[in-house]
């Protein structure tokens, strides 16, 4: 074939393509332990629009007549399905926009994606996972997880709270409120929509939030709010019928749910949305993530004090030592690391973001496969021999191969699914239900 001036002007624009995109942060680093790799499914992604009737709108309340006015709440939906491939199909540029420091107009950034959208969807019904993101984030800086779910059979989707900016806390009565009515309506629509598609099982559902997401999906997944609490400060007192006693309290749980994911939940210390026993409403296997160094939401009392306070679900929770608040997002674009501010939103301190992702993956994965699919081949990811990860032997006598993924077996104690040398610095606590 001759190689003509068109053709090296192509495969230029081709490799100057590829640079600008990078790479899409859903296909896990190479030192990624086991269970985070991409799996066998190509991507599809599509949005649609669900809208919640007559819903109180505490930004809007009247303090002249102590009423809050009820309107529609219009939700874009964000969703992730295993698709059948097209090798032609060109694959998403995520768009987003986070809020700036101060006055300043919010941040815009592109995130490569694996998705096609609108690819025609794999045949079979597969698990829902409705996630719910943090406090003024955007779905797509969340695609680490949900394009990766959705290559292993999930469908995912991803809600558009549409917060107030995080900087004006006057206006923090919204997401309190919104979040877990949220998550309930739309794992309800789906369940019921999806399923008429032939697309989901709606008796497979899990949840997954970040942040204030983590505390939206704790409260749907059956964690009663205290009427006590800042649920009592709440405009209008439109938060009460939601909470302990509340005739509505049910409207904000999701039926059918298998299991729940935190990443460095809020919800815990003065906040304290749930009082002293509210999280034993939790029945579902719960997976709790959190760096032990989180300066935005405190882990001794936020998802260490979850894990001994929900004692009717059987628990996990994973801790990056040393690691703060900054564990659910992509890696940082490069249009965001110019900026302090901007970076933060994506970048830990001291962990390696792609390391992060990598840990979160192949955590989240065998968790939702055991208790979501029902596969208990995942359990020895989970059930590990020894707590602290840095405590984790491998015999001299057993070393094959530099970049070996331990078996979890014949008196290998790194955590199943690790390389030899990257399983440090890290906790996995587990606890069964008391009841």
């Known amino acids: 074939m001759q190689f003509t001036r068109h053709s090296a002007l192509l495969l230029g ?3 100057a393509w590829a640079t600008l995109a990078g790479e899409p942060p859903s296909r896990p680093a190479i030192d990624a332990p086991e269970l985070a790799r991409l799996g066998d499914a190509a991507i599809g992604v599509r949005t649609v629009t669900l809208v919640n009737p007559a819903q109180p709108d505490v930004l809007a309340f009247d303090p002249a007549t102590n009423t809050v006015p009820l309107r529609d709440r219009s939700l874009t939906i964000d969703i992730w399905y295993p698709a059948q491939s097209k090798a032609s199909a060109t694959p998403e540029i995520y768009t987003g926009e986070l809020p700036s420091e101060g006055e300043a107009p919010p941040a815009r950034f592109t ?4 998705a096609v959208r609108g690819a025609t969807p794999a045949p079979g019904r597969h698990p829902l996972v409705i996630v719910s993101h943090g406090y003024s984030n955007v779905t797509v800086a969340l695609s680490w997880l949900t394009e990766n779910l959705a290559s292993k059979g999930y469908v995912v989707a991803a809600i558009r709270h549409e917060d107030p900016a995080i900087g004006d806390r006057t206006r ?7 979040r877990p009515i949220d998550i309930a309506f739309v794992a309800r629509s789906l369940q019921m929509s999806l399923a008429d598609e032939g697309l989901v099982d709606p008796t497979r559902t899990a949840l997954i939030g970040y942040s204030m ?3 939206g999906v704790l409260t749907s997944a059956g964690a009663v709010l205290d009427p006590d609490g800042p649920a009592k400060r709440v405009p209008g007192g439109a938060m009460l019928p939601y909470a302990r006693g509340g005739a509505q309290r049910n409207a904000v749980v999701v039926p059918n749910l298998k299991a729940v994911v935190a990443l460095a939940p809020a919800g815990g210390g003065t906040l304290a949305v749930w009082g002293k026993d509210g999280l ?9 993530i959190a760096g032990d160094h989180d300066h935005t939401v405190d882990y001794t009392t936020g998802a260490r004090a979850f894990l001994d306070a929900a004692t009717n679900a059987p628990r996990y929770l994973l801790t990056y030592r040393g690691g703060g608040h900054a564990i659910g997002l992509n890696p940082a674009p490069d249009s965001m690391r110019s900026n302090l501010w901007d970076l933060s939103w994506f970048e830990d301190p001291v962990w390696r973001k792609d390391r992060i992702i990598a840990i979160n993956l192949h955590m989240i994965t065998a968790f939702l496969d055991r208790y979501v699919r029902g596969d208990e081949s995942r359990a020895a990811y989970l059930d590990v021999a020894v707590e602290d990860s840095n405590e984790g032997r491998w015999p001299a006598e057993l070393v094959t191969l530099f970049d070996t993924r331990s078996t979890g077996t014949t008196g290998i104690t790194v955590w199943k699914g690790f390389q030899r040398n990257f ?3 890290l ?6 239900p008391s009841r």
């Open 111 to 114: 995130i490569p994606g694996l």
């Open 423 to 425: 399983s440090t610095n």
């Open 280 to 288: 034993t409403g939790i029945q579902a296997p719960l997976l709790l």
């Open 13 to 15: 624009c081709l490799v």
């Open 427 to 432: 906790e996995l606590l587990h606890r069964e």
């Open 172 to 178: 923090f009565a919204g997401p309190l409120l919104r």
């Open 213 to 215: 997401g983590g505390y």
